[in-house]
Nanobody, 127 residues
Framework: QVQLVESGGGLVQAGDSLRLSCAAS????????MGWFRQAPGKEREFVAA????????SYADSVKGRFTSSRDNAKNTVYLQMHSLKPEDTAVYHC????????????????????WGQGTQVTVSS
């Protein structure tokens, strides 16, 4: 089992950058594929990014491609979401998620594929 805690959210202006962090408990962080999802008020939770166990493979939603980058440091049990050129439509609660993976480079883009979730961190982008 793994526990996830997000941090790094805040209130920024359009065009600014933020880096979210997701710290995981446990000794087997490197066994988990990770994902980032977000949920805006009144909207469904949506996929943002996924990163493989090794960190070598990533995938992104079209809405953030070219602006967001996910990375991980398995030695620090942490996954990151670097966000640039933020837009008001990026405003949401951002959650990280984890699932055990038997394959180093496999990616999962659906919320239902993940077993563990953090509580989320609020990102608000003003225009």
């Amino acid at each position: 089992q793994v526990q996830l805690v997000e941090s790094g959210g805040g209130l920024v202006q359009a065009g600014d950058s933020l880096r979210l962090s997701c710290a995981a408990s446990g000794r087997t962080f490197g066994m988990y594929a990770m994902g980032w999802f977000r949920q805006a008020p009144g909207k469904e939770r949506e996929f943002v990014a996924a990163i493989s166990r090794s960190g070598s493979s990533t995938s992104y939603a079209d809405s953030v491609k070219g602006r967001f980058t996910s990375s991980r440091d398995n030695a620090k049990n942490t996954v990151y979401l670097q966000m640039h050129s933020l837009k008001p439509e990026d405003t949401a609660v951002y959650h990280c998620a984890a699932r055990p993976s038997g394959q180093y480079e496999r990616l999962w883009n659906r919320a239902e594929d993940y077993d563990y979730w953090g509580q989320g961190t609020q990102v608000t982008v003003s225009s």
